[in-house]
């Protein structure tokens, strides 16, 4: 399988690649144990963009052969309301992954809202068990779906993290500091920059790979990248651009995500990946 393209990194190749697998193994595991893996959506109020996400999640549940169970409550749910509705998805045996569809209303504390979630069901690596884990490089939990998808692209790529300098720009719970353990993890050299970091091109200009993860379009430029540099662009903005200004990188990167095709398909198959592998662990299924 290449999923190359002069020095484009495509996302779509691999992630079909996963569904298929994962479509395998839920297969296996239905034929094992006659049960069907599910995930559980859980949706807080009107968001139009949320809903969307949903339905993207929901279609790619059907693809994988994967259950699912959408629950959607109004904008005026309580904390205390979401964290009794995912108390009883978190006991239920057959609900094997539960995904917390953010951000939620004001009103509501999304980190109770998160931990409420067994770790065992955590397939979209959101709470303080599954982080600190991963960070720890220990088993039992799912990483965050997007630095996971990153780390499979690299890996589809051939590329060899040990010793390289890595520089994530962006310190989100969710990817800045995941995407930086899971680095870790795999012996990059890792430096986290954000909004406050001082000269921030200098710091760019010495990473071997360079993850944009900062929520700003086109934010870093070709100019700031050492030559040959690897270029994984995680954001998604408005007018379908990244956080990288993809012309001017392009010219200057080894290997470089565009946006969209590249990290995007990414997301999805690893949370379905995830929710057939958490199936897989609760019933006892080997590979």
Do not use: N
């Given at each position: 399988m290449s999923n190359t393209l002069d020095n484009k990194i495509l996302g779509k190749p691999v992630a079909d690649a996963i569904m298929q697998q994962t479509a395998d193994r839920v297969a296996k595991i239905k034929e094992q144990t006659g049960v069907t893996p599910c995930l559980a959506t859980v949706l807080v109020g009107e968001d139009p963009a949320s809903h969307t996400y949903i339905r993207m999640k929901l279609n790619r549940c059907e693809?994988?052969?994967?259950?699912?169970?959408?629950?959607?409550?109004?904008?005026?749910?309580?904390?205390?309301?979401?964290?009794?509705?995912i108390s009883e998805l978190g006991s239920d045996p057959q609900v094997h992954g539960i995904l917390l569809q953010h951000p939620v209303p004001h009103q509501i504390n999304e980190r109770a809202a998160?931990?409420?979630?067994?770790?065992?069901?955590?397939?979209?690596?959101?709470?303080?068990?599954?982080?600190?884990?991963?960070?720890?490089?220990?088993?039992?939990?799912?990483?965050?779906?997007t630095p996971q998808g990153i780390m499979l692209l690299l890996e589809s790529a051939g590329?060899?993290?040990?010793?390289?300098?890595a520089v994530v720009i962006g310190r989100s719970p969710i990817l800045g500091k995941p995407m930086a353990g899971l680095l870790l993890a795999k012996n990059a050299t890792v430096t986290i920059c954000h909004s406050r970091t001082k000269d921030l091109p200098a710091l760019v200009k010495q990473a071997d790979i360079v993850v944009a993860a900062v929520g700003k379009p086109e934010f870093v430029q070709g100019d700031w990248l050492k030559d040959g540099a690897i270029v994984m662009d995680a954001g998604y903005n408005p007018g379908n651009v990244g956080d990288v200004h993809f012309e001017s990188s392009a010219k200057v990167a080894s290997l470089i995500t565009p946006v969209p095709g590249g990290v995007g398909p990414m997301t999805l198959a690893v949370l379905m990946q995830q929710t057939a592998q958490a199936a897989a662990q609760q019933l006892g299924v080997k590979d």
């Open positions: 693809q994988a052969g994967i259950g699912s169970k959408h629950i959607k409550l109004d904008d005026s749910t309580t904390t205390e309301q979401l964290v009794a509705t998160f931990e409420a979630i067994p770790v065992s069901k955590d397939v979209d690596g959101v709470t303080y068990g599954s982080f600190s884990r991963m960070w720890f490089d220990e088993p039992g939990c799912f990483p965050s779906c590329i060899d993290l040990s010793g390289k300098h």
